[in-house]
């Protein structure tokens, strides 16, 4: 198919660690809350990282039948829970054809602690008490599948798995699906528990995680003492629709979806090119899709994950795209009060660049104080900041070297 489609957003949901619905989500980011806390998921006496930016009192059984929650991962809890407030929110459930309908939803790692916890059953037990449900609830696919199933959408119903891009990824796939002719609804976005014994112990292994126990000293992007990210858990959904088939429903439209770039370094397993070549084609895609808007009316939520290497790199990417306009950007990195949420962090970034233009009001880098010289660009240091933009670039970039990037416009 050839066609080429407007697309525009309808709906949205959130669960994060600074907020488990789209009101408390947005108040809490935009007034600097440190999602940041104590793990208490397992006990962290025996490791070298003891915080992380869980979710907070979330029941999903709030979402799901109590049946269906005990056959499901927690990153399934949690897509569905996203995945159900975008939908009531758009309110296109009865008003799409199931074969016109889909879902795309990422998670980079899928059901790990479903994997520990039955594989250390596996060990101590033998493989009689290993559970018929283990398989579907481990496997990354799905949170998509779940969701597709629920509100019978018999379109593609795919996982994107692609590390820390995968809500990125998903999303933009979703996109082209809608764009090109493929499908009118997508629900799409990502999700990601991997706040685990063994998840944890693999990322303080990598020397990824910031092993400092200071819950404000933790996640500091674009900050010369930064030493890591720390690991959260989420999920993010958006519901994406046809212009014209959101507009004969009467649909309320947050935003067009105007733009996607995916590319891949092809240079190392974790470390970002330090040429940032494939990182900034990435952007510079999403941002010709999206009509070359002017630096100066742009907020960029960047993947900010705190580490030294991905900063300086997508630093430079900015540069590379943008030339010395790249100062005229507004930019923030949320990671700074959610943690990095890995598969789900690109939907939710999604969701709060959106809300940061249609509200004019940009969210902060909170813990930002002292900025490293090689990330010099406007980060919007410790508070919210009004300003009026027209386009918003979502950054994500995953191990393998993946690159992503969507771009939203003010819907006109």
């Given at each position: 198919?050839?066609m080429?489609?407007?697309?525009?957003?309808?709906?949205?949901?959130?669960?994060?660690?600074?907020?488990?619905d789209?009101?408390?989500?947005?108040?809490?980011?935009?007034?600097?809350?440190?999602?940041?806390?104590p793990?208490?998921?397992?006990?962290?006496?025996?490791?070298?990282?003891?915080?992380?930016?869980?979710?907070?009192?979330?029941?999903?059984k709030?979402?799901?039948?109590?049946?269906?929650?005990?056959?499901?991962?927690?990153?399934?809890?949690?897509?569905?829970?996203?995945?159900?407030q975008?939908?009531?929110?758009s309110?296109?459930?009865?008003?799409?054809?199931?074969?016109?309908?889909?879902?795309?939803?990422?998670?980079?790692?899928?059901?790990?602690?479903?994997?520990?916890?039955?594989?250390?059953?596996?060990?101590?037990?033998?493989?009689?008490?290993?559970?018929?449900?283990?398989?579907?609830?481990?496997?990354?696919?799905?949170?998509?599948?779940?969701?597709?199933?629920?509100?019978?959408?018999?379109?593609?119903?795919?996982?994107?798995v692609?590390?820390c891009?995968?809500?990125?990824?998903?999303?933009?796939?979703?996109?082209?699906?809608?764009?090109?002719?493929?499908?009118?609804?997508?629900i799409?976005?990502?999700?990601?528990?991997?706040?685990t014994?063994?998840?944890?112990?693999?990322f303080?292994?990598?020397?990824?995680?910031?092993?400092t126990?200071?819950?404000?000293?933790?996640?500091?992007?674009?900050?010369?003492?930064?030493?890591?990210?720390?690991?959260?858990?989420?999920?993010?959904?958006?519901?994406?629709?046809?212009?014209?088939?959101?507009?004969?429903?009467?649909?309320?439209?947050?935003?067009?979806?105007?733009?996607?770039?995916?590319?891949?370094?092809?240079?190392?397993?974790?470390?970002?090119?330090?040429?940032?070549?494939?990182?900034?084609?990435?952007?510079r895609?999403?941002?010709?899709?999206?009509g070359?808007?002017?630096?100066?009316?742009?907020?960029?939520?960047?993947?900010?994950?705190?580490?030294?290497?991905?900063?300086?790199?997508?630093?430079?990417?900015?540069?590379?795209?943008?030339?010395?306009?790249?100062?005229?950007?507004?930019?923030?990195?949320?990671?700074?009060?959610?943690?990095?949420?890995?598969?789900?962090?690109?939907?939710?970034?999604?969701?709060?660049?959106?809300?940061?233009?249609?509200?004019?009001?940009?969210?902060?880098?909170?813990?930002?104080?002292?900025?490293?010289?090689?990330?010099?660009?406007n980060?919007?240091?410790?508070?919210?900041?009004?300003r009026?933009?027209?386009?918003?670039?979502?950054?994500?970039?995953?191990?393998?070297?993946?690159?992503?990037?969507?771009?939203?416009?003010?819907?006109?």
């Amino acid at each position: 198919m050839t066609m080429d489609r407007k697309v525009v957003v309808t709906g949205l949901g959130v669960i994060s660690p600074v907020g488990n619905d789209i009101e408390r989500f947005w108040k809490n980011i935009t007034s600097g809350v440190n999602g940041i806390g104590p793990i208490t998921r397992f006990d962290p006496s025996d490791f070298a990282v003891k915080i992380g930016a869980e979710v907070k009192d979330f029941d999903p059984k709030d979402y799901m039948d109590k049946n269906d929650v005990r056959k499901a991962d927690h990153n399934v809890h949690m897509g569905v829970a996203a995945a159900v407030q975008a939908v009531e929110d758009s309110g296109i459930e009865g008003h799409f054809e199931a074969e016109r309908a889909g879902v795309y939803f990422g998670s980079g790692i899928g059901g790990i602690e479903t994997f520990e916890n039955t594989f250390e059953k596996f060990l101590d037990k033998g493989p009689r008490f290993v559970s018929p449900y283990f398989i579907p609830m481990m496997i990354p696919n799905m949170a998509a599948g779940t969701i597709a199933i629920r509100y019978g959408m018999q379109g593609a119903a795919l996982p994107a798995v692609s590390a820390c891009a995968s809500g990125t990824n998903a999303l933009g796939e979703a996109l082209r699906a809608i764009r090109h002719g493929y499908a009118d609804v997508m629900i799409s976005g990502g999700t990601e528990a991997a706040l685990t014994r063994s998840s944890v112990a693999g990322f303080i292994k990598m020397q990824a995680l910031n092993l400092t126990d200071d819950v404000n000293r933790a996640s500091l992007p674009f900050h010369k003492d930064r030493g890591g990210f720390v690991i959260g858990e989420g999920a993010g959904a958006l519901v994406l629709e046809s212009e014209e088939h959101a507009l004969a429903r009467g649909a309320k439209i947050y935003a067009e979806f105007s733009g996607y770039g995916s590319t891949c370094d092809a240079y190392h397993m974790t470390a970002p090119d330090p040429d940032a070549k494939a990182g900034a084609a990435a952007i510079r895609n999403a941002w010709l899709e999206s009509g070359s808007p002017a630096a100066s009316e742009i907020y960029v939520n960047a993947h900010g994950t705190g580490t030294p290497l991905n900063d300086k790199s997508e630093t430079l990417a900015l540069k590379k795209v943008f030339g010395e306009a790249a100062y005229d950007l507004c930019i923030s990195s949320t990671k700074s009060m959610t943690g990095h949420m890995l598969g789900g962090t690109g939907a939710v970034e999604a969701i709060a660049s959106i809300l940061a233009m249609n509200n004019s009001l940009i969210p902060p880098t909170i813990g930002l104080d002292e900025q490293d010289p090689e990330c010099d660009l406007n980060c919007t240091p410790l508070k919210a900041v009004s300003r009026e933009v027209s386009c918003v670039l979502s950054t994500s970039l995953g191990f393998g070297g993946h690159n992503a990037c969507v771009g939203f416009k003010k819907y006109e």
